[in-house]
Each structure stands twice: as structure tokens, then as C-alpha cells.
């Protein structure tokens, strides 16, 4: 089990993946995303290398890596280092965001992508990462408490909506 840059190698099993998370999602674009990414792979990963970089950032975004968790050659998860915070990430999202693709949830991948990513935190210079989850995803605290993620605060919800927590990882 591996973190991998995002590449053509894992397609067929990453399309599967977002048509799993299609089922349990809200998000009104993703449907149209799956097929452009299906009829255009290339443009998509150029899409995700873009977002690396400093530039045509959207102005409320900071540069950010993507890599996919692959255990036997296919696509498991996806993980996203925010290369610094701003206003918006200090409250939601922090430096690191995850996510297992609904068929191989609680199986131990989510554990695992955090604890692979930490080292590559590091290397982009991230000595103490963010970690921000709703106070209801008993998964994700788990995760977090696993990789030595220390509570910092809680953040008010409101009506439907649950608190935020917030930790900070100390990548040694
Ligand atoms: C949250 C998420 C990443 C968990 O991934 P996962 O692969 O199931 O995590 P793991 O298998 O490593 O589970 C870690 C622990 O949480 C528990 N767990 C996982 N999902 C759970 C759930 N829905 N309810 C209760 N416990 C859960 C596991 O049993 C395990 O417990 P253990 O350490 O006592 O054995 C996954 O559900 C997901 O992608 N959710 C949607 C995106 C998301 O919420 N991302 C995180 C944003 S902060």
C-alpha cells in the first residue's frame, strides 16, 4: 500500500470510486465531474497539478497536493495537503483532508492515508498540521487521535450543522 502522485495508471478504478461517492453525495456538480473527467483523463490530472502551483488560484485557495492511496493497484482514497492556511481553512479543512471511497470504508485505509501523508506534509514544510472534522464523524476523530492529532478547540455549529474540532499533528 502506497501514496501515488494522481496518474492515468489508476483510471478505471478511480472512476469507480467517484461513481460510489456519486451515491452518497450531495454535491449537485459531481455527476458532470465524473463524465469530463471520464471523457478527458489527461485534463483532469493537469487540472489537480495546477492546483499545486501559486498561480490562477482562485483567490480564497491556497496551493495544494493531491495523492491517492493504491493498494493492490487500484485506487482506494484520496488526500489533500493545503500547503498553508488562510482565514477560511483556519476554521474548516486545515492543512490535510481525506477521503476512502465508500467500499472500503472501516477497513483501516483512512488510519493509514493520514499516517502516509504526514511525512510528505513534512517535506512541503508543515512541522504542525491543522486537522479540522465535524464533531459527529466518529471515523475521522479516530483517525486524527491514531496519527497523535492533540484537540485544540471546538467550533460551534448551529441549526444542522455540528460543531467543528480542530487538532494540530505535530509531524516529527
Ligand atoms: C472518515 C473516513 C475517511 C474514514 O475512513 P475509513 O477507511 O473507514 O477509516 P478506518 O477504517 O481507518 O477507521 C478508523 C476508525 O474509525 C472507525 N470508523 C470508521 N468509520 C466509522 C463510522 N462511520 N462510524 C463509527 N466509526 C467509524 C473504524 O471502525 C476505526 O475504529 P478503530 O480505530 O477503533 O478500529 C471515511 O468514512 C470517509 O472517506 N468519509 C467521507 C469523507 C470524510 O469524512 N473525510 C474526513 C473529513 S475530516
Given at each position: 500500500m502506497f501514496l501515488s502522485e494522481p496518474t492515468k495508471k489508476y483510471k478505471q478504478s478511480f472512476i469507480e470510486a467517484m461513481r460510489e461517492t456519486e451515491e452518497e453525495s450531495s454535491d449537485p456538480d459531481i455527476h458532470k465531474r465524473i463524465t469530463e473527467a471520464e471523457q478527458d483523463f489527461d485534463k483532469y490530472l493537469d487540472g489537480l497539478k495546477e492546483q499545486e502551483k501559486d498561480?490562477?488560484?482562485k483567490p480564497e485557495h491556497v496551493p495544494q497536493t493531491t495523492y491517492w492511496l493504491i493498494d493492490n493497484d487500484e485506487y482506494i482514497g484520496a488526500?489533500?495537503?493545503r500547503h498553508s492556511l488562510n482565514?477560511?481553512?483556519m476554521k474548516e479543512g486545515g492543512h490535510i483532508g481525506y477521503d476512502i471511497r465508500p467500499s472500503k470504508r472501516k477497513l483501516g485505509y483512512g488510519?493509514?492515508?493520514l499516517e502516509l501523508v504526514l511525512p510528505k506534509a513534512k517535506i512541503l514544510g508543515i512541522t504542525k498540521a491543522l486537522l479540522t472534522c465535524n464533531s459527529t464523524n466518529t471515523g475521522s476523530i479516530k483517525i486524527i487521535e491514531k496519527n497523535g492529532g492533540i484537540l485544540w478547540d471546538k467550533i460551534p455549529g448551529g441549526v444542522d450543522?455540528?460543531?467543528k474540532l480542530r487538532y494540530w499533528i505535530e509531524i516529527k
Open positions: 498561480k490562477n488560484l488526500v489533500r495537503i482565514e477560511a481553512l488510519s493509514k492515508i450543522k455540528p460543531d
